[in-house]
């Protein structure tokens, strides 16, 4: 599949997080007939996950592009014409069916992951006395143990329990979104999320073709990057986040900005080209990354009234993953007058290699420029406190900023999916050169 397609699978198999508020609402509000909340919204999300991947199964798994594996990487222009017919053109065609049933799978995990959660926090409330995420120095050292527990839980714990107004919840989240100063914050989250999410969409080819990075080593160091993320979280809990918020983000984005400047330069015009150097990059990422998700989280924490960190740990996740992808979609359209197709890396001329660097230095350039929604952002706790007490509420704001999401939704998923299409591929809508 061409770069452009690969951004968007990787974009709809994260769309689904978007879905978190709305799946807390329906695991809090609507029970089963049997009254339960936790264990059959559980049941039902990895049932939907297991079917969806079960599903694949019965599919008649393609041929690949290249049946002959010594011609990977191998431009068709410099092919014989033996050669040529051991290349399976149809190849790319038979994604987009996989990627639905993933997509599907997702939406499963998030549905068990978010009533999973749910139930893991009234555990350690209810059976254990830890108060939740409001105590950060108590809850996150014990969160992976309730986990386990709560697994037990599931079938011997936990029983019927009262059912909450579908009206309170969806008031909650209103409240949220009425409020100005909360408003103001995840409007520029927003928009600074659409921005750092922009992205050179040869990337994935770039990193096959030119630096031979395999799926398996790129899975491994996710898990060291994973690791990464907890090392910085902790030392900014043992602050007790009583850091310059803005200072923090800055510094570790353009440290990294640079340094993936760098790698892709050296990789780009064959300086050296290596995987372990490709894929390192991600575990330095990950940090600034996870410290600007969190400090997000605990900026509108403070903002917020007691009692809502969850519901405003759940609209920072499905803001997050909103406005990155968005910022992929946009990526189709700025860089669809670069030649830049998986057959013109193959040839790997200079033109190539300069179309290649502008297209990266254009998502340096976006990536630095999200760093602007930092000039909303509190530099400390104390200040976000402040804000809290300055601010009103707003209605027209609020039925604004509910639409812009919905409406940015509703456009990336339609994008996306005609993206890793066959027949639709090629619209200009979905970054294709045009049908």
């Not at 999300?45 to 690949?64: H, K, N, Q």
């Not at 770039?206 to 395999?214: H, R």
């Not at 860089?335 to 254009?362: E, I, K, P, Y």
């Amino acid at each position: 599949m061409e770069g452009t397609q690969t951004l968007s699978v990787r974009t709809l198999l994260a769309l689904s997080w978007v879905l978190k508020p709305l799946f807390e609402i329906f695991t809090d509000c609507v029970p089963f007939l049997c009254g339960y909340h936790r264990r059959p919204y559980i049941m039902l999300g990895w049932l939907v996950c297991a079917a969806s991947l079960f599903s694949t199964y019965f599919i008649d798994l393609p041929e690949p592009f290249f049946k002959d594996r010594s011609l990977v990487g191998t431009p068709l222009v410099q092919l014989s014409a033996e050669q040529r017919q051991t290349i399976n053109i149809d190849a790319p065609n038979h994604g987009g069916l996989y990627v639905m049933f993933m997509s599907v799978a997702t939406v499963g995990y998030v549905l068990a992951d978010v009533a999973a959660d749910a139930l893991t926090r009234e555990i350690a409330r209810d059976h254990f006395g830890v108060a939740g995420p409001e105590e950060d120095e108590v809850f996150a050292p014990v969160v992976t143990k309730f986990r386990y527990l709560s697994m037990l839980a599931t079938f011997l714990l936990m029983g019927r329990r009262a059912r909450r107004s579908f009206q309170k919840c969806f008031k909650e989240i209103w409240d949220l979104f009425h409020n100005r100063a909360i408003n103001k914050v995840i409007l520029f989250r927003f928009l600074g999320g659409i921005f750092g999410g922009i992205s050179a969409t040869a990337v994935n080819p770039v990193a096959f073709y030119w630096a031979g990075v395999q799926p398996l080593n790129d899975n491994v160091v996710s898990f060291v990057a994973t690791a990464a993320v907890i090392i910085g979280l902790s030392y900014a809990n043992k602050r007790k986040w009583n850091i310059n918020y803005r200072q923090l983000i800055i510094g570790a984005n353009v440290v990294i900005i640079v340094l993936d400047c760098g790698v892709t330069m050296l990789t780009i015009w064959d300086v050296v080209r290596s995987q372990w150097l490709w894929i390192g990059l991600p575990v330095m990422e990950a940090i600034p990354s996870g410290l600007d998700y969190v400090i997000f989280t605990v900026v509108l924490g403070e903002i917020a009234d007691p009692g809502m960190e969850q519901t405003m740990s759940s609209l920072v996740t499905a803001v997050s993953f909103l406005a990155g992808p968005f910022g992929l979609m946009l990526s189709k359209y700025l860089d669809a007058q670069f030649s830049l197709t998986n057959q013109d890396l193959m040839l790997d001329t200079t033109h190539v290699r300069t179309h290649a660097t502008l297209t990266f230095l254009l998502a340096y350039f976006y990536q630095l420029s999200s760093l602007g929604w930092l000039l909303v952002l509190p530099r400390h706790a104390s200040e976000a406190r402040e804000w809290k007490k300055r601010s009103g509420t707003s209605t027209w704001s609020g039925v604004a900023l509910v639409l812009l999401l919905l409406v940015a939704f509703l456009w990336t998923t339609a994008v996306h999916i005609l993206s890793v299409n066959a027949s639709t591929a090629c619209l200009k809508v979905a970054g294709g050169d045009g049908c």
